[in-house]
Each structure stands twice: as C-alpha cells, then as structure tokens.
C-alpha cells in the first residue's frame, strides 16, 4: 500500500482568524487548497478518505478535479482530535492552553487528560490506530489518500512506523502538507518522506 496524507489547508483557526467550531479554509488556505490539487494530477490512486470537517472537505475539493473516477469516503473516523469545551475557546480560536492547565490542576498526564465533551489524546491515538489496522485490511496493494488533520495525520504516522504517542511533540505538521508512506503487505514501512510541501513552493513558482 501506498498511503497519501494531507493535512488540510491553512483554516481560520490555525490563522488565528475568528471562526467556529468548525472553521472554514483562511484565504491563505484557499490558494494553498488550490495548488496542493496539482500534486495530485499524475498520481493514481485507488480509494480516497476525506474527514468530514469543512477544513478537510473543501481543501479536497480543489483536489477533486485531478482525481476524477477514484472512490471517496468521508470518514468520522478521521476527525481531528477533540478538545471538547476548549474547542471553541477565547474568541473561537481554541484554547489549548485552557486544556493544558485544566490537566495540570486535575493532576492528570497531559495525554491522559480527557476533556468535558471530548477525548484524551491516547484515545486519538488509539483511534489512529484502529483507521490504520483498517486500511491494511481493505488495501494491502493499493495507493490510497487520506485527507484529514494534524493530530490525526501525525499519530496515524506514529503508529505506522510503531512510535509512541510522546513522539509527536518533536515535529508538527504543515498546512496543506503531504506525507507519503510505503508499506508491504505484513505492513512494514519500506520508506516515508513526512511534510513535503515543495508542490505549494512550486506552483508559485509557475504563477
């Protein structure tokens, strides 16, 4: 299996725009959208993934144009991590350094730490894990995109490569990225190259 994974396109939220719970693409994000579609236009592919966030569905959908004929799921199962009541936060930009805090005054490890209406991040984690024992499962020869988030991108790769969950704090990854991973059919990673986005740089280049 080939596995594609986009993080979406830049949102209000991570522009620190206002926005809802839900946020829209930022107008960076929309032009990001727009170019991370041409990575696509040479790559075959056998079955997409889409999170069903407004972030994720509309940075595919500059991409759908150059994957005509490829089967799509939207998937709840690919949201991004959630941080129940600190989802919405200080003027709807999210407030991690609420959940931070919350789990320092409850005594909790961070990653344990599961907030009113939302998940810990182990249980992301965990989460990740099971998406992936699924696509091993269903497409053990096929190249296959996954459009979702940076938590969920970042501890799907954890998981892939067999990393702990206290890895991810050591990189991040981009808006409008995409990681690439190889993987045999008993599911060992032959190479990955993580947070490639040489195709935005490229495509301004053009412009």
Sequence with gaps: MKLYLVRHAQSKRNARQESGEDPELSEVG???????????????????????????????????????????????????????????????????????????????????????????????????????????????????LVVGHGIFNMFLILNILGLDLSEGQYYQLSNASVSTLNIDKDGEVKDFHINDYNHLIREGMKK
């Design 30 to 144: 929309e032009e990001q959208a727009k170019r991370l579609g041409s990575y696509f236009n040479k790559v075959e592919l056998d079955k997409i993934y889409c999170s069903t966030l407004k972030r994720a569905k509309t940075t595919f959908e500059r991409i759908k144009p150059f994957v005509k004929g490829v089967s799509v799921s939207y998937s709840k199962k690919i949201v991004e991590h959630k941080i129940g009541i600190y989802e919405i936060g200080i003027k709807n930009k999210g407030d991690w350094k609420g959940y931070a805090e919350a789990a320092k005054k409850a005594g909790v490890p961070f990653h344990l730490f599961k907030p009113k209406y939302g998940d810990s991040l182990l249980e992301t984690y965990k989460r990740t894990g099971d998406f992936y024992t699924e696509l091993l499962k269903k497409h053990k020869k096929d190249n296959v």
